[in-house]
């Protein structure tokens, strides 16, 4: 922060968001904006660092030497996640987490609170997609804060990644390539070159080879947590 290192803990949950305390300054942190709502550095923000939500078979596949993160030798961490998101999709919303309404009067009806959504920010605009409905597809194009995007399902129907789809600052559309094993990598091919591009946003064959698209930063997150946040959001 600032160029000075924090350390960061999780000191509990605010709206079913993690609440983090840094140890050097006591101040608090909001998981979902990165900013600090309580202590010293109040008003401050975590700077982004892009990361995305993929299962661990993609992850593997683009990443073979990677290392992965043991788990605790405490078993007790099986037991409290064993059935969290069932458990806490059972748990009741409190009012004040709802909020109020927009003035538009769209406000927080426009899904129900925990449909799970995939929210996108850029150039000023927010908006979130069911991640229900995404998975459905093979590619979402979208304009967004008056840029392109495109949103790439993986081929285990699951895994989800958003880039910007201007070529050349024209934006194109991009279609699932069909034919392919259910197993296999998904392929892409977009309306304007005809180039054949992968999961991570490259281009592997056609006029575009070589070229790769721009991730856009994208959060996984419960509507009512996503709209608090965002209350201007569409979907």
């Known amino acids: 922060m600032n160029g000075r290192r924090l350390r960061l803990r999780m000191a509990g949950i605010n709206n079913q968001n993690f609440v983090l305390r840094d140890e050097e300054t006591g101040s608090w942190w909001q998981q979902a904006t990165g900013e600090a709502f309580l202590g010293p550095l109040r008003g401050s923000r975590l700077r982004l660092v892009f990361a995305d939500e993929v299962s661990f078979a993609i992850w593997r596949r683009e990443h073979p030497d990677g290392r992965v993160l043991r788990p605790g030798a405490d078993p007790r961490w099986k037991t409290w996640s064993a059935g969290w998101e069932a458990k806490t999709n059972r748990l009741p919303l409190a009012p004040g987490v709802l909020g109020p309404r927009t003035a538009d009067g769209l406000g927080l009806g426009r899904l129900p609170p925990r449909t799970v959504v995939l929210g996108l920010e850029r150039g ?79 281009a592997l064959s056609g006029p575009w080879r070589g070229r790769r698209l721009t991730p856009v930063p994208a959060m996984q997150d419960y509507w009512f947590d996503w709209w608090r946040y965002h209350p201007r959001t569409t979907v």
Request: charge should be negative.
């Open 124 to 202: 000023g605009a927010a908006r979130a997609y069911p991640v229900d409905l995404l998975r459905r597809q093979g590619a979402v194009v979208d304009d967004l804060g008056g840029a392109g995007v495109v949103i790439l399902v993986g081929e285990d129907g699951r895994s989800l990644r958003a880039f910007e789809s201007a070529l050349d600052g024209r934006p194109a559309p991009f279609f699932v390539e069909l034919g392919a094993a259910a197993a296999a990598p998904r392929r892409w091919i977009d309306g304007a070159g005809g180039s054949e591009w992968d999961f991570q946003g490259r």
